[in-house]
């Protein structure tokens, strides 16, 4: 499969958990990695591998995985939590990459 | 530290061949595992996989545009070249450069670097 969906858009009261999810066959293959993109900047990574965090990202981020679905949650989002967020993957042949549609993120 | 910059025209005519220059410090892409892909984002919208060249040489390329795509690298400069050719104003857009390691068929751990990105007009 050559695509992975995204809600386009969800929000979350202030401290509140929120979960952002991406779908795609090639999930059931490969690991999702999520990006953190605020306005005018570079995408950064969140989240890799089955839930790992790059140094630096704080520990209310964290990812999980089952069958095509892939999900980034944000346990008590905060105001800078607010951004873009990207889930990204191989394809199932593991010859492309690809990147979902994005999720706009509002914390209230 | 890792660190990678993009750089190439502002804007290019409509027709014209496009090509952007990635430079990188702190890695190796002769080291195993190691892949530069390139990533596009026009205003507004999604972020599309362009292309990639891995340690081994290895290029693959998104379906979509490999036939107006190549890409290659020169070790000596730490650079990694993307050429994009009949550019079009639909092609307007931010264009990344970014890191991957442990790039191996049944793995894939993200992009842990990206360069600042350079925005690329097609207008004439």
């Known amino acids: 499969s050559s695509e992975l969906t995204q809600d386009p858009v969800v929000s979350v009261a202030l401290g509140q958990t929120v979960r952002i999810t991406c779908q795609g066959d090639?999930?059931?293959?490969?690991?999702a990695s999520w990006y953190q993109q605020k306005p005018g900047q570079a995408p950064v990574l969140v989240i890799y591998?089955?839930?790992n965090r790059p140094s630096g990202i704080p520990d209310r981020f964290s990812g999980s995985s089952s069958r095509n679905t892939a999900s980034l949650t944000i346990t008590g989002a905060q105001a800078e939590d607010e951004a873009d967020y990207h889930c990204n993957s191989r394809d199932s042949s593991g010859m492309h990459v690809l990147f979902g549609g994005g999720t706009k993120l509002t914390v209230l | 530290q890792v660190t990678l910059r993009e750089s190439g025209p502002a804007l290019v005519k409509p027709t014209q061949t496009l090509t952007l220059t990635c430079t990188f410090s702190?890695?190796?892409?002769?080291?195993?595992?190691?892949?530069v892909s390139w990533i596009r984002q026009p205003p507004g919208k999604a972020l599309e996989w362009l292309a990639l060249?891995?340690?081994?040489?290895?290029?693959y390329f998104s379906t979509s545009l490999k036939t107006r795509l190549t890409i290659s690298e020169d070790t000596s400069k730490n650079q990694v070249v993307l050429t994009m050719t009949n550019m079009d104003p639909v092609d307007t857009a931010t264009y990344y450069c970014?890191?991957?390691?442990?790039?191996?068929?049944?793995?894939?751990?993200?992009?842990?670097?990206w360069g600042q990105g350079t925005t690329v007009t097609v207008s004439s």
């Open positions: 970014a890191r991957s390691t442990q790039f191996y068929f049944g793995y894939y751990y993200g992009m842990d670097v």
């Open positions: 702190g890695f190796s892409l002769s080291t195993s595992g190691v892949c």
């Open positions: 591998g089955k839930n």
């Open positions: 060249i891995n340690w081994d040489g290895d290029k």
């Open positions: 090639s999930l059931r293959t490969y690991y």
